[in-house]
């Protein structure tokens, strides 16, 4: 009897702790489900790609610098400080040197977090209910995400600002309805991540503080913003103290911002010019892109589309403020914020020199806007409705799948535009062409123009591109064979343009001898501008050892060379009418007769 007595109050205990085991709520599943369909889209957009442009500094300068040097994590990267997203590439190049599936990896797992954050900030500002799909969706598949996402060094900014966005915003609400530090302390160590990867994270805890007003004035209750800067004083001071200290490091490092836009570009994105194409993104589109290679996608929807998707957004917004309580003080906050977190981007690279209006319509810029109008959609649909309606939730449903259709469409068709990438081919072949390098050097010379550009520059040249992966051998300043990398990244032999020439020598048998401390001058038969050239010396040594060789407005070179007659190829930076050739080796004497000095270049 006390046995049976013993296992049935097991059995109610067991029944018990059953009941109350918290179940996993239905809306919660499917949320995780939308998430991971996102990252399955975005794995397939990431495999897709390839390293594009910014990539190859940040994977060049990773493979020459430590990971904890200052010439790494201090570099002022086209006014950019982002420590951490250099450290990421570091360790990228560390575990996979120029392996795109790696890269694209860490774009996933980026994703992940910041889709993490954005699901808690929903679930936060509107609770476990089925309406939190709405804004999930939008963000998990908006086209305006994409171009931030698919270009590695844009995805390594835009990723941490959005998550961070997300989470910050989150923990304001939490702090002022519960009062509890650790949401403080949370907020602030989130904001300082995410301004180590990207400055645009400065906008964090003023976005966060709006937010949290917003809820309290949606719900209805008194003094919103007094009430949230008292409760959440702690998240505001270290916040505050925060952007303080970062600002000293961010003008250690980049300086005074520079201002290179015009009142053109500013009156154009001001009136709306350059960000028409912004509203069919809101809707799924922008369903067509247009690129010339090997500049990035753009949005390029037809002409009725960005017309129909104004008036649907003028409706939306229109139908909302009619329809609940309280919510007009939304959308005039994301209004807000996309024109003051767009308009410093217009400031800094606007100009003569630049596109404003094309860089806004890749819609990169726009990535974080999408976090904000999240948690905008969130709070429409948590305020009181002016009335009671049936059949939302069908309506819901039908629209939010249209829509994702539609979004699935334009990433597809941004995919099909971005895709084509002539640094894939170009880098798979060089690399192929120098694994296992031992022969003679190759001499420094740029990448093609499509890989990366000369306004890169020192970037854009082979060593660097190359350096995470090339042999340490297999690039010199001079070299007794000259050979090229062509635009496929074949190895070829080449030749020197005349580019000009050396003139001939004073002594017939021997044309400038080179003998002594003493630089030898060799006139050249016309004056040469400031760049980097190769020289072609053509010489008779009368023993092993080693030359200088400069221009004569220029850095010297040492150059080994050999005994008896032979050539060897200089490259030297400079200007001037004459080389100046020097002996390093004691008792060496060199004579040096007519030879090129031009631009390197192979037969096509």
């Known amino acids: 009897m006390d046995t ?17 085991r918290p179940r996993v709520r239905p809306v ?41 040097s200052a010439e790494l994590l201090r570099y002022d990267h086209d006014g950019h400080f982002m420590p951490l997203a250099f450290a990421t590439s570091w360790v990228v190049t560390a575990v996979a040197p120029l392996e795109w599936s790696v890269a694209a990896a860490s774009m996933v797992l980026l994703q992940l977090v910041a889709s993490v954050a954005v699901l808690r900030m929903l679930l936060v500002l509107l609770g476990v209910r089925w309406a939190v799909l709405v804004p999930l969706v ?59 990867f990207f400055e645009k994270a400065a906008i964090v805890p003023f976005t966060a503080f709006a937010f949290a007003v917003l809820v309290r004035y949606v719900d209805g209750r008194a003094a919103p913003v007094r009430t949230v800067a008292r409760r959440g004083a702690a998240l505001w001071i270290g916040s505050g103290l925060l952007l303080a200290c970062w600002s000293i490091a961010y003008l250690a490092v980049v300086g005074l911002p520079r201002i290179s836009g015009g009142s053109t570009e500013t009156r154009e994105f001001l009136s709306g010019t350059a960000a028409l194409d912004v509203a069919p993104a809101l809707f799924g589109g922008p369903w067509r892109w247009e690129r010339w290679p090997p500049a990035t996608p753009w949005a390029d929807p037809p002409d009725w589309a960005v017309v129909a998707a104004w008036f649907a957004l003028a409706a939306v917004v229109a139908v909302t403020i009619r329809a609940r309580h309280r919510v007009l003080a939304v959308w005039l906050v994301v ?41 905008a959609l969130a709070l429409v649909l948590s305020a009181h409705a002016r009335r009671v309606t049936r059949g939302r939730s069908r309506a819901a449903i039908a629209v939010t799948t249209v829509f994702a259709l539609s979004c699935c469409w334009s990433t597809y068709t941004f995919v099909r535009s971005w895709q084509p990438n002539p640094a894939r081919a170009y880098i798979a072949n060089t690399q192929a062409a120098l694994r296992d390098w031992q022969q003679e050097p190759l001499l420094e010379q740029e990448v093609p123009w499509q890989v990366l550009n000369p306004t890169a520059y020192p970037q854009n040249l082979i ?13 010199a300043t001079s070299t007794p064979r000259l050979r090229m990398i062509t635009d496929t990244g074949a190895i070829v032999d080449a030749q020197v343009w005349w580019n000009r020439g050396i003139s001939p020598g004073p002594d017939r048998d021997c044309g400038y001898r080179v003998h002594g401390t003493t630089p030898a001058v060799l006139p050249l038969d016309g004056p040469l501008l400031d760049h980097e050239w190769t020289t072609q010396l ?8 080693s030359i200088t060789v400069a221009l004569e407005h220029g850095g010297w070179v040492t150059v080994p060379i050999r005994r008896g007659l032979n050539t060897v190829y200089v490259r030297t930076a400079g200007s001037g009418r004459a080389l100046r050739i020097g002996a390093l080796t004691p008792g060496l004497t060199v004579c040096v007769g007519v030879g090129p000095v031009g631009v390197a270049s192979w037969d096509n």
Do not use: K
């Open 335 to 375: 209004a807000a914020y996309i024109v003051l977190a767009q308009l410093p981007i217009v400031l800094a690279r606007g100009g003569p020199n630049t596109a404003a209006a094309e860089l806004l319509r890749s819609l990169r810029y726009f990535a974080d806007s999408t976090v904000v109008l999240a948690a």
């Open 138 to 196: 939008f963000y998990a598949f908006c086209p305006l995400t994409i171009p931030a996402f698919a270009w590695w060094s844009a995805a390594l900014n835009a990723l941490p600002l959005q998550g961070a966005l997300a989470w910050v915003i989150a923990d304001a609400v939490l702090l002022v309805r519960t009062r509890r530090r650790r949401y403080a302390i949370s907020g602030i160590a989130v904001s300082a991540v995410a301004l180590l």
């Open 28 to 68: 919660v599943v499917a949320a995780v489900g939308v998430v991971v369909l996102q990252l399955v889209v975005r794995g397939w957009v990431a495999g897709s790609g390839y390293f594009y442009w910014d990539d190859f500094i940040l994977v060049s300068r990773a493979a020459e610098h430590p990971v904890w």
């Open 538 to 545: 053509n010489y008779l040594a009368s023993a092993d050892g």
């Open 4 to 20: 049976v007595t013993i296992d049935l109050s097991r059995a109610d205990a067991d029944a018990e702790s059953v009941h109350r």
């Open 463 to 475: 060593s660097r591109v190359l350096s995470a992966v090339a042999p340490a051998d297999a690039f």
